[in-house]
């Protein structure tokens, strides 16, 4: 079996036997799974190596691109706000971001960014990988741009432009990026090593993702259809979270840096309806109110019937991820993924650099999650 090393209560035996099974059969290269429980840290495991020739082991600190896993940190950014009575969601954008009203959507709610439903999930001009750094010029494209459905009406995976739509709100309300309101305002006190923006100085630590194949964009039959519109532009391939600039800038929606027990650690308050780690990130209203759906239906990107609720997409027998009602989850491309559950008090990640195809996780975070609800 492979070596998994770390923190687990014994109770959960299992999930380390899955990840070492995992390691030692050539499914995973390098791995990170962590369970919170109460507020608590209950398992912190992590295994194998950085890369595929095996040069180095997954070390304790490791960090890696957990790509749109990453969107759910800017939704604790937003809830934040929310909760500090500094952003309603019920509101339009243009109250916060007047530029936003441009071209049909001076009646975009901020609630249709968290879910997918702004209209804007890709981009009509073509922006490079490097153009994706400059947040200027793509918020402004973004403002200008008309809605390719109508705001509200449907949701439409906004694969990568989510993340600047949430941060531009942000940066209006607090002055801050995105990247350094997080960290100042939720990373840094609950102790989590995450980053949406590497500083050059951790860079040591960062393992190189694994891409299926060339890493390339999903691809769809019909080249005009809103799904192959989003991932056409903008977009960048996998191999290319590799390179400093990728590391360096602050995507929000999916070039986050962390591990599971980051990942854990972060999303353990609203597993708590408001509070872990001796930190009180939200009232129990806003913290609940995550869990109340505000769109359903097939998601016009993904093809998927999916319920979102703030941000995160719910639980449901279409997406089984819990046993239980109020839960909800994100994954990111490549396999990582992250369950919020609040009637068990429960956040569970799982972070690895070997990719798979799919975007918002895959069986091998649902096998983990499975052993999970069986040792309960």
């Not at 014994?10 to 369970?35: H, N, Q, W, Y």
């Not at 490097?130 to 109508?150: K, R």
């Not at 009232?283 to 995550?290: F, H, L």
């Amino acid at each position: 079996m492979g070596e998994i090393v770390g923190m687990c209560d014994p109770k959960f035996s299992e999930v380390r036997d899955i990840l070492a099974a995992s390691i030692e059969s050539g499914a995973d290269t390098g791995v990170s799974f962590a369970l919170t429980i109460g507020g608590e840290m209950v398992v912190d495991l992590w295994g194998g190596h950085l890369d595929s020739t095996a040069s180095a082991p997954w070390q304790e600190d490791t960090l890696v691109n957990v790509y749109s896993t990453t969107k759910t940190m800017s939704f604790l950014c937003a809830l934040v706000l929310a909760d500090r009575g500094l952003l309603d969601f019920d509101r339009n954008v243009a109250d916060y971001w007047p530029e936003f009203a441009q071209n049909g959507k001076a009646q975009v709610k901020v609630w249709h960014l968290m879910n997918h439903a702004a209209g804007l999930s890709g981009m009509d001009q073509m922006i490079s990988p490097e153009e994706m750094y400059d947040w200027d010029m793509i918020v402004t494209l973004l403002a200008a741009q008309a809605p390719w459905w109508e705001p509200g009406s449907a949701s439409g995976y906004h694969a990568i432009t989510q993340g600047y739509l949430i941060g531009e709100v942000v940066r209006r309300i607090t002055g801050k990026t995105l990247g350094t309101f997080f960290h100042e305002d939720i990373a840094r006190p609950l102790g989590a090593d995450f980053f949406i923006g590497v500083p050059p100085s951790e860079f040591h630590r960062i393992g190189r993702l694994i891409p299926v194949g060339e890493g390339d964009a999903p691809q769809t039959d019909d080249a005009e259809s809103i799904a192959a519109r989003t991932f056409r532009s903008p977009f960048s391939s996998a191999q290319h979270s590799w390179s400093e600039g990728w590391r360096r800038a602050e995507l929000p929606a999916v070039n986050g840096h962390g591990n599971a027990r980051s990942v854990a650690k972060l999303q353990a308050p609203l597993a708590c309806k408001g509070s872990a780690f001796g930190v009180d990130l939200l009232s129990v209203e806003t913290a609940t109110s995550v869990m109340t759906p505000r769109i359903s239906g097939t998601d016009l990107v993904l093809g998927v019937p999916l319920s979102f609720g703030l941000g995160f997409a719910l639980v449901s027998e279409l997406a089984p991820l819990s046993p239980n009602k109020n839960a909800c989850f994100w994954g990111g491309w490549g396999g990582s993924n992250i369950l919020i559950d609040q009637d068990a008090q429960l956040s569970a990640a799982f972070v690895m650099n070997k990719m798979y195809d799919g975007l918002m996780g895959d069986l091998r975070s649902f096998k983990l999650l499975q052993a999970v609800y069986r040792a309960l």
